[in-house]
């Protein structure tokens, strides 16, 4: 079975980075999925300091992303990636199930 999210080095070694400053009673990081946006939904990021009981864990190139149960079906087949640039970073979320997204790249749609 493919993993639900794969991670890009970049963001591997940016989620490392990140575990490396966390609180030390953070597990991992947590992604998941809310309506708002222009597009409808918006991808949420934040430390994990618990595992709630139908989180999916993804461990990967040396970390553990949690990805919260009502996420799951949105996020299947997503490859998360983390772009360094002149005034921003960010991470990226490359998800085929994106049917459109919004013209800030804040928020996208699923059908």
Known sequence: MNPIIKL?????????????????DALGVRV???SGGCAGM???M???KE????DEVIEDKGVKVFID???VMYLLGTEMDYKKEDFS???VFNNP?????????????VE
Do not use: D, H, Q, W
């Not at 940016?14 to 966390?22: G, L, N, P």
């Not at 199930?97 to 749609?109: A, I, L, V």
């Open 97 to 109: 199930n994106e049917t459109e997204r919004c013209g800030c790249g804040e928020s996208f749609k």
């Open 51 to 54: 595992l709630k009981p139908n």
């Open 89 to 91: 970073s960010t991470f």
């Open 42 to 44: 918006s991808y949420v």
């Open 32 to 34: 998941s999925v809310k």
């Open 46 to 48: 934040e430390y994990s």
């Open 8 to 24: 890009s080095e970049n963001a591997a070694n940016r989620i490392k980075e990140i575990m490396s400053s966390a609180e030390k």
């Open 69 to 71: 149960s009502a996420a």
